[in-house]
């Protein structure tokens, strides 16, 4: 059967059961939680979580997609039989339980084994599936093992697993999430390891490789909830400790590996075999003198990498240092770095692009119209690249001479390797075959070992950045509030000045980052040590006495006239939000400023107010550096 096939069969297997098709929505995600789409239930977030009504929008509880998703986290893995960064997710939903309240667990099982065996005709005593065990106070999934049994799994082939596996979500810190049981297909023992607890999940080989997951999506985690009272030692708590609340509703959420199912279903060894990748790596063996035989995994890197970039530059994604250009560069690097080892000259992926194109014809249309676009991407990041890449190769001749000179051994350490590698980008193969070629050999062992280190060091880091399931950005959810309440803090600031000083104090410039805020105002001398202590005092009185925050959206030109301030360095819309901040028994207004937001609802949630430093800025213009405790 064709990946297209199979496409076509999901779609109308679901089709035919009442699900809506829905389209695939963009690999940059609507969010701006997240870098990019790494799941089909993305787009559908605040359905799953009660948060929007799904007849309302779609008409119906119960929907289908393909979906273009990206996933980075597993870099190091591209190359094996099933790893992809850029792969599509077949994926199908129950939101919220329908008027039977039928669609959950049983339902979503018996389509599943309908759909792989009925339709599919995959052997059922080819698949094994696994069940959450239990944990951190949520139950485990017996209902699953036995609706699994039931329908014909051997028990034997049913294993149960804790969080990591077994436990889908959230795409963030918070979320939607639950519980999930996947299908796992046995692809026979000559790809196992023998041991006789090989299974699903198994640490040693890749005999079963996961097709299908299946999320029971009946919790939301949760930051632990903060008492503003005590407010210090809460946030320290609320960076490590979470809570699972239940869900006001139970989804169910499934996503398939598109790629691994149609390399099931074509029976060959890998995803780079079927009709998706084979086309591609067809043509780049027509432009290398090595065949993929000798170099499959350098092969299927470059396929895989390719596949991503055409997906990225087709979404507006330009390489840069930071966020979704950052992760663009990277694959972009990878691919050039790896495309020399197969001594692959000028554009040798123009025909790749054709191929790729093709392929996707009618599912993604536009694919093929950014051909050029690619191309000049591409080149671009080359021309940069090769400037580093040349200094790796001096660095890499200069430690040869040494230890050439000095009568080292002909070794290059596994901690050398990885400098070539984290410095100049050079992967272990390039440094192999460069040390090759001069009678040296690589410690590979060591240089893995130092990677691993070098991973755990920068994990956390790194997890923030491109980790959990969504690529995160930088910014956590504790940091934004903490922004929020600085920014609310800035505009009891300015009042409290103007009260202090006279009317002449204007904003001139703010700047607000998580440890403190920053404000440029008119005023044209010092301010004396009893004035600044007068402004704090003032700030901290209207923050105790719990002033309410409220904004209206108004024409700029009522709210000018209602006396909001504004900061006329910004060009406003034409409709404002004004923020006001006033007392809610006597209706008293202490601030009136036209600002885009966001803001607390009330100040006593600020905490303690505190002016760290005045000093000038520019002539006639004044600097404090305040911060809330
Ligand atoms: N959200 C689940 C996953 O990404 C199922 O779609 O695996």
Redesign the pocket.
Known sequence: MTSKELRKRFLNFFKQRGHKIIPSSSLIPLSSTVLFTS???QQLLPYLSGEKDVVKDFGTRHLASYQKCLRTGDIELIGDDTHNTFFE?L?NWSIGQDEKGEYFKEKAINYALNFFCDVLGLKRERLWVTVFSGAKNIPPDKESFEIWKKYGILPSHIRSFGMTDNF??PVTKEGPCGPCTEIHYDRGEEYGCGYPDCGPNCPRCQRFVELW?L?FMEYNKKLKTKNSYNRTIALKQASESFQYEKLPQKNV???IGFERLAAVLEGKPSVYETDIFWPIIQEIEKKSPVNYLQQKRVFRILADHLRAIVFLVSEGVVPSNLDRGYVLRRILRRMIRYSTLLLLKGVWYADCLKRIGEYYEGIYPSLLQNEERVITVIENEREQFERTLQKGMKQFKKLIEFKLKNGKPKIIRGEEAFELYETYGFPLELTVQLAQEKNFSVERENFWKTFKEHQEISRRGAEKKFGG?GIEKIQSKEEKIKITKLHTATHLLQAALRKVLGSQVKQQGSDINEERLRFDFSFNRKLTGKELKEVENLVNEKIKENLAVKFDKLPLEEALRSGALAFFREKYPSVVKVYTIFNPETKEVFSKEICAGPHVRTTSQLGHFKILKEQSSERGVRRIRATLE
Do not use: K
């Open positions: 799941a089909g239930m997710m994926g889908w979500g997951n999320v959420d499934t996503g399931h």
